[in-house]
């Protein structure tokens, strides 16, 4: 074997170790990534030329957490890795967004990059090792890549930038950013933060880049350790310059007409599609088929650079709108009757249905992942059904895309929602992407924020958020940042960047460059564009609704919170649970205990008050002490020839003694009291071992003494 070694210092101490030759030799490329005990097998394979007619890079990137690396057993019937959780989409995603700009565009194989956590420390998170690792891999291949291209989390603890910080640490972090970039340029920013300023993200954004620049120069040793300087040749497209110019030619002046003309989305696609039709029924009946691709990639082309100058040369956007106009906006609350919090934002053509469900503890989704295990009681899930788009698209459960949009607006609603015991429900949120023209993750957070507060959640702000683009001529150096994009200029611009706040800052960001040379003036005038857009936004959502109602739907549950000893939680619960299951069933209320420290946290919840509080009758019953001298209704459970044991409390009996029932003297327990029985008693006395002696005489008149006997 020729085993190489590479590693670097984290600038405090830590060490993270590069490794190949040992592991996976087959793949195109494999490295192990270890820091600590944490370890990442990443390998890469590249098929040898393209399957015909394919136009974009087929790549694929699966991260994936074995169960043994942490020491567990995978739960569920197959007690194996099944398919991926969707923490571990949301990392392939990033891998994945961080990779792709980075091949050749001309570059077509089919690419697989798979990374798998074998060994683990609990303290080391690995994902922020993920795309330092698929790059290595990269680097030690044969494959084209124009990288290499390392990622970093960056998080502010304590008031100090550190990166790759511990898991326990992170809880403290009031910014943490997933950051890639080459040594050059930074590619994508994915995160969340407190309500930051847009020159403390920049900030972060800066310190993360100089990390990187280390890891990128340490991958480069290692492409010359292995040998692995010179790439395979290939060629996967065909061109024809006469073809490309005359499509150009016919076509060109067209497209511009159409992209100025200010046309909605459907009238645009129309006129585009009409332009290349009209092509190609000019062309020659006998014309092969790689000829009309060929022209429809050119017509691409043509749309590409066509509307990127309009933009830039007269500042027309394909709606009409300047460059910092927002799209007409209009909201609704409590549009579904039957929800417990609902809202409808429109932007433009993008229009998102929100609704907020509030549960108990037991609804709380458990998280049986490898390195995370667990309960989370905040969901968001976004749909993006077919129609929301024109299209005909059969429904196969969240994709990767609904996984991702929906996580950033779960970040971004996170970061207000109040916690601890001033909000005991688990928060299921569902947007319901209607119709997409442009960021309906963006609707997401804007409609999420206004059906909590219709649903009465007192967050601790509103949150709005904003889609940014921007168009570059790197020839020329003209650049245009536009604020709330459309999907088509998504596709054809640079920069994809939404950022989400509410009226004090960032709260949560994603970003994706398409471009190099990006620099960090040019992203803080989008930052600060993009404050000014969310502002707006926000003023149009506080139109409908400026802050949460002052209750909850009368039809929404209720749930109430108890804190008792930690001595009585076994009495709440009883012998096999018999007793919280009787409580829950006679007063049709759920209840759900969890001990916290020495205290146990007791749960209600129900969809009525009178259920509510029959079980905090019962609870409160159970957990009492009883109190010396208190006078308590009590039901005698059991006769002994020396008197009769009554329980006062559930679960709790006290000694009513033969002298204590009555004033008079009674010689035996026969007729006097029953099983069964109700009887107001007084406690007395409760002794060192908890015994308790009750009286019931001294709740009854005294009888008056006989009088005297004359002489």
């Not at 993920?130 to 680097?139: E, F, K, P, Q």
């Not at 920013?189 to 990187?212: N, P, R, S, T």
């Not at 009465?456 to 570059?472: F, N, Q």
């Not at 054809?492 to 004090?504: A, N, P, R, S």
């Amino acid at each position: 074997m020729n085993v190489i070694k590479k590693s670097f210092d984290l600038g405090d101490g830590r060490i993270v170790e590069i490794e190949t030759g040992k592991l996976a030799k087959q793949a195109d490329g494999a490295v192990v990534v270890k820091m600590g005990d944490t370890m990442l097998l990443a390998t890469v394979v590249s098929t040898v030329g393209a399957k015909p007619g394919t136009d974009f890079l087929p790549l694929s990137v699966d991260y994936q957490e074995k169960y043994a690396a942490t020491g567990r057993i995978p739960g569920g019937f197959l007690r194996r890795e099944a398919r991926l959780s969707d923490y571990e989409v949301l990392i392939s995603r990033l891998v994945d967004r961080a990779l792709r700009p980075m091949f050749p565009s001309d570059y077509h194989s089919d690419t697989q990059v798979m990374i798998s956590l074998i060994s683990a420390d609990k303290n080391i998170m690995p994902d922020c090792l993920a795309g330092l690792a698929a790059s290595a891999a990269l680097a030690v291949s044969d494959i084209p890549f124009n990288g290499p291209i390392s990622e970093v989390r960056v998080a502010k603890i304590d008031g100090k930038l550190i990166i790759n910080p511990l898991a326990s640490d992170l809880e403290r972090a009031t910014l943490e950013f997933m950051v890639a970039g080459s040594a050059n340029d930074i590619g994508m920013v994915e995160g969340e933060c407190d309500e930051i300023q847009e020159d403390e993200m920049v900030e972060a954004l800066k310190f993360a880049h100089d990390a990187i620049k280390v890891q990128c120069a340490i991958q480069l040793e290692l492409t010359e350790a292995t040998g692995k300087t010179v790439k395979r040749e290939y060629n996967h497209e065909d061109h024809d310059a006469d073809l490309k110019a005359k499509v150009y030619a016919d076509t060109y002046d067209k497209v511009y007409a159409v992209a100025k003309s200010g046309s909605n989305k459907d009238e645009r696609k129309e006129g585009f599609t009409a332009i290349i039709n009209e092509f190609f029924e000019a062309m020659p009946e006998d014309t092969a088929d790689l000829t009309k691709a060929m022209a429809k990639h050119y017509y691409h082309d043509v749309q590409y650079d066509a509307i990127r100058n309009l933009l830039l040369d007269e500042g027309i956007r394909l709606d009409g709108r300047s460059t910092t106009q927002i799209r007409p906006i209009w909201s609704e609350v409590g549009y579904l009757p039957a929800a417990h919090g609902s809202a409808v934002f429109t932007r433009g053509e993008t229009q998102s249905l929100t609704s907020v469900t509030l549960g108990s503890k037991d609804d709380e989704q458990m998280i049986d992942g490898a390195f995370f295990n667990g309960y989370n009681k905040f969901l968001l899930h976004y749909n993006f059904p077919g129609f929301s788009t024109g299209e005909v698209r059969p429904n196969r459960g969240a994709g990767r895309r609904e996984i991702g949009h929906g996580a950033l607006a779960m970040r971004s609603l996170k970061k207000v929602l109040p916690q601890g015991e001033e909000n005991p429900y688990t928060i299921r949120i569902v947007s319901d992407i209607l119709e997409s023209n442009g960021s309906s993750s963006m609707a997401t957070v804007c409609a999420g924020t206004l059906a909590l507060m219709d649903a009465g959640i007192k967050i601790k702000a509103p949150v709005s958020g904003i889609a940014m683009g921007l168009i570059t001529d790197e020839k020329t150096g003209k650049y245009a940042i536009l604020s709330d994009i459309l999907g088509d200029e998504d596709h054809l611009g640079d920069m994809d960047f939404k950022v989400t706040g509410t009226e004090k800052g960032i709260v949560a960001c994603q970003m994706d460059l398409k471009i190099n040379g990006l620099s960090y003036e040019v992203l803080t005038k989008a930052l600060l564009q993009a404050k000014e857009g969310r502002l707006h936004i926000l003023g149009e959502m506080k139109k409908t609704i400026a802050e949460p109602n002052a209750d909850l739907k009368p039809h929404a549950p209720r749930i109430v919170s108890l804190s008792i000893d930690k001595e009585f939680i076994g009495a709440v619960i009883g012998p096999g649970g018999k007793i919280i299951q009787e409580m829950q069933r006679e007063t049709g209320a759920s209840i759900s205990i969890e001990e916290v420290g020495n205290k146990g946290i007791v749960e209600i919840f129900a969809d009525n008050k009178a259920a509510i509080d029959a079980a905090v009758a019962r609870i409160n019953a159970i957990a009492a002490k009883p109190e010396i001298g208190a006078i308590y209704q009590g039901k005698v459970k059991s006769i002994m020839p020396f008197g009769a044991f009554v329980e006062i409390m559930p679960g709790k009996d006290g000694l009513l003694h033969i002298s204590e029932i009555s004033w008079e003297r009674l010689e035996t327990m026969d007729g006097v009291l029953k099983e069964g029985d109700k009887i107001e008693v007084k406690l007395l006395d409760v002794d060192k071992q908890g015994k308790m002696k009750l009286s019931r005489k001294v709740l009854l008149p005294r009888p008056e003494k006989p009088a005297a006997t004359q002489a």
